[in-house]
Nanobody, 122 residues
Framework: QVQLVESGGGLVQAGGSLRLSCAASGRTFSFAPMGWFRQAPGKEREFVAV???????AYANSVKGRFAVSRDSAKNTVYLQMNSLKPEDTAVYYCATGRGLTPSSASAYDYWGQGTQVTVSS
């Protein structure tokens, strides 16, 4: 079993920054991709970013150049640095891990955190 706990969300003005953290416990963390997803009210959960066990990253086009994902395997923690935030970034952000073949798809992930709210005011 893997447990994931997100933190770092909050209210920020447009143009501001936040750093989300996802602390993992249990086995397999070091060898599995870690993904970030978000879900805004009335919308489907969407892919934000992913980092492989080897540190390879990928991003949704909507956040590319503004967000950066990183991981600290010694601390069992993955981070999402969010800069130049926009009101459309407002959502609940989730981290997840799993071994599915399509890292941009939510179906590839077996374990999810409870989510942390990010609200960007205009």
């Amino acid at each position: 079993q893997v447990q994931l706990v997100e933190s770092g969300g909050g209210l920020v003005q447009a143009g501001g920054s936040l750093r989300l953290s996802c602390a993992a416990s249990g086995r397999t963390f070091s060898f599995a991709p870690m993904g970030w997803f978000r879900q805004a009210p009335g919308k489907e959960r969407e892919f934000v970013a992913v980092i492989s066990a080897g540190g390879i990253t990928a991003y949704a086009n909507s956040v590319k150049g503004r967000f950066a994902v990183s991981r600290d395997s010694a601390k069992n923690t993955v981070y999402l640095q969010m800069n130049s935030l926009k009101p459309e970034d407002t959502a609940v952000y989730y981290c997840a891990t799993g071994r599915g073949l399509t890292p941009s798809s939510a179906s590839a992930y077996d374990y999810w955190g409870q989510g942390t709210q990010v609200t960007v005011s205009s």
